[in-house]
């Protein structure tokens, strides 16, 4: 096996056995998502106007959660400066581990979203829309969290200094990826704001492995 | 030819830890740093690994490497040990396997981690961690190894291994810098004595946002 498909398949075991994050995303998406007619009442005409918003939002904090642990874990027992010297470019070794954190967190939140769109009375014809701009979207989550990680992977309890850098990262792709479902429902356009999405998925894709390799890098000491 | 670190100096959160380091040590030799704690053996380890930033030279056969030839060249083996509780032993090296390119067979083997290869890392002891991670230093070639205390909780039959493999890959050619405070049963080709006041005479910054110290 190759040491790229290693990190990838190791990542995965990681997450899926006792102790890995890969419940906890999707379990969070759930509670609050179905927390939320609790709070707002149960009419479908009122949750229908919150629910692309509250799927977004959720799914956003969602895959925020597990992200603090992402070289935390790695650099706390050692296996962070064994892979700084591995033949494996640190940039790789991040996007590696910022995909396995999608397939865990983000992909299971895809997922969900259609069932959970039916239980906030999600309009039909925003459905697809909003499962194409989840799918699209996710994934620059994980990769501009790669670059919160890294920051913050020497910092004890790292995870508010990480939700602040982070969190005003992933405004521009929570705005267009929830625009492209609440414009099926109203008739608009969706093409122009998915797309945006998929856009500044590409660009963080892109540039957030170098960005957070550097910082990995000035974290090693 | 072999390892050359010539007016090293490192610095940790503002303070100068290591001040002007230098030494060499040829192929096929066993070089021992020894000091009280605090003297900075494991920061000159991470800093020859290029895991620490630093000042100064280190040069292998001549050669200032870059990362690459750092990762073909030198095995790291800290006071950690890599080792991921969730996986058994067997998948733990497996996977340094895969990533540094080779095979488990030997390193198993070498460290007696044949018996306890599908148990889980969680329930080792200290000392078959510590053998778990050494082993890895058997997975793939690397002429230079930096250990840094290795003897820590071993038995006696782990010792052994050790030291078997520390003077076959001497006589391989290899080099290795070992921190250590007690004897490890080889002879020292090379001695480097670290002081800990040597460096802390010096403070690089004083200020400690700048100098890194507040992380």
């Not at chain 1, 070794?93 to 906030?120: F, S």
């Not at chain 1, 704001?193 to 540039?207: I, P, R």
């Not at chain 2, 018996?115 to 510590?130: E, K, N, T, V, Y």
Request: aromatic fraction near 4%; hydrophobic fraction near 55%; proline fraction near 6%.
């Amino acid at each position: 096996m190759s040491a790229a498909r290693a990190v990838l398949a190791r990542e995965l075991a990681l997450a899926l056995r006792s102790g890995g994050g890969a419940g906890l995303g999707l379990a969070f998406f759930l509670t609050a998502v179905l927390l939320v007619p609790f709070g707002s009442g149960p009419e479908p005409e009122r949750l229908a106007t919150v629910a692309v918003g509250t799927l977004w939002v959720a799914a956003l904090l969602a895959s925020l959660l597990s992200l603090d642990r992402l070289f935390q874990a790695d650099a706390e027992d050692g296996t962070l400066d064994q892979l700084a010297l591995a033949p494996l470019p640190l940039e790789a070794l991040v996007a590696l581990k910022a995909t396995g954190h999608w397939l865990t967190t983000g992909l299971p939140l895809v997922i969900a979203a259609p069932i959970l769109g039916v239980t906030l009375s999600l309009a039909p014809a925003s459905m697809p829309w909003l499962v194409a701009s989840l799918a699209l979207g996710t994934p620059a989550l994980s990769f501009l969290g790669a670059v919160g990680a890294a920051i913050t992977v020497g910092v004890r309890r790292g995870g508010l200094l990480l939700s602040i850098l982070v969190l005003p990262l992933y405004v521009p792709t929570l705005i267009f990826g929830a625009r492209a479902a609440t414009a099926a429902s109203t008739g608009a356009d969706p093409l122009p704001a998915l797309v945006l999405t998929g856009g500044l998925t590409l660009f963080v894709l892109a540039g957030a492995p170098f960005a957070a390799a550097a910082a990995l890098r000035v974290n090693l000491r | 030819m072999g390892l050359r670190v010539d007016a090293l100096s490192c610095a940790r959160g503002g303070r100068l830890v290591l001040r002007d380091i230098g030494f060499a040590v040829p192929d096929g030799e066993v070089a021992i740093l020894r000091g009280p704690n605090g003297a900075g053996k494991s920061t000159l380890l991470r800093a020859l690994a290029g895991l620490a930033p630093h000042s100064g030279r280190v040069e292998i056969d001549g050669r200032v490497p870059d990362r690459d030839a750092r990762s073909e060249l030198m095995a790291y083996a800290g006071h950690l040990d890599a080792v991921k509780p969730q996986l058994t032993v067997a998948e733990n090296l497996q996977f340094w396997a895969d990533v540094l390119g080779g095979t488990p067979g030997q390193a198993l083997a070498t460290f007696g981690l044949e018996r306890i290869a599908d148990r889980p890392a969680h329930l080792l002891s200290a000392g078959q961690r510590r053998r778990l991670g050494l082993s890895r230093l058997l997975l793939a070639p690397r002429r230079i190894w930096l250990l840094d205390e290795p003897t820590v909780a071993l038995d006696s039959d782990a010792l052994l291994a050790l030291l078997g493999a520390v003077r076959e890959h001497a006589a391989a050619g290899g080099v290795i810098v070992v921190a250590t405070h007690g004897p490890i049963g080889v002879p020292a080709d090379v001695r480097v004595e670290l002081s800990a006041e040597a460096a802390h005479a010096a403070e690089v910054s004083s200020d400690p946002f700048l100098a890194g110290a507040w992380t």
